[in-house]
């Protein structure tokens, strides 16, 4: 596996685990949608997220939780391409595209984006192609249906093998595409299509998918996975937050020992700490 990545010309050095900051410039995320629509928010976020040691900022403009409303390209390019552009003018930061649309991806690597970050994994028509020409790592997601009705009803014979298998297709169809192997990121995709059963199998198997040789990326960060597991109660936003945050480094933690190099977070300094913890013992004989 291959430790630096060039994301448009900036290096992602992964011979160390790091942290990807989200950032959602949409109304309806689940987590902090409303609060970073406007570009001076946005950017201040970003900068406050790049202080607290993230290495890319990911910049999604489409909620993708469950039942959330779908946005055109031309809606999504209006929220985040200023937002992006802001970004790469001012930070010198790897940025992250979300999202699954190939007019989307282009028109943000134009703007300074150096990774697309797909929970399609480059299925939707053009994505695949349109990848190859932007030239830019991608990152692969596991989904087992569509946002809007993915947690309806997820089955699975044996969600670690599925899931496995369906990444290794996807790098192949990469690889087949034009697509180096080396700019190939692979993530499970908890929360996407599966029950709180299968993202605990999930997890407790993770280290398995480090036998694919490609970079693994976890985002669980304050997932309804955390409160169905533990037991609370859904709250207005600040409770949410504050009640998932214990258990969303915990499992950043976990997930470093299992082997993953980058961690998708909200809460980036408390996030960065727990990784650069477990980092340090992991490196001891």
Known sequence: MLNILNCGGKILDLSQPQVMGILNVTPDSFSDGGIFLSVESAVAQARRMVDEGAAIIDVGGESTRPGAVAVTSWQEMDRILPVIAAIHRELPVIISIDTSKPDVMRAAVAAGTGMINDVRALREEGALQTAVRCAVPVCLMHMQGEPRSMQQAPQYDDVVTEVKAFLAERIEACIAAGIPREHVII????????????????????????????????GVSRKSMISAALGHPVQQRVGLIEQRLPASIGLAALAVWQGAMIIRAHDVRATADAVNMIWAVKQQN
């Open 187 to 218: 993530d499970p995709g908890f929360g996407f299509g599966k029950t709180l059963v299968h993202n605990l199998y999930l997890f407790k198997h993770l280290n398995t998918f480090q036998e694919l040789g490609l970079p693994l990326l976890v």
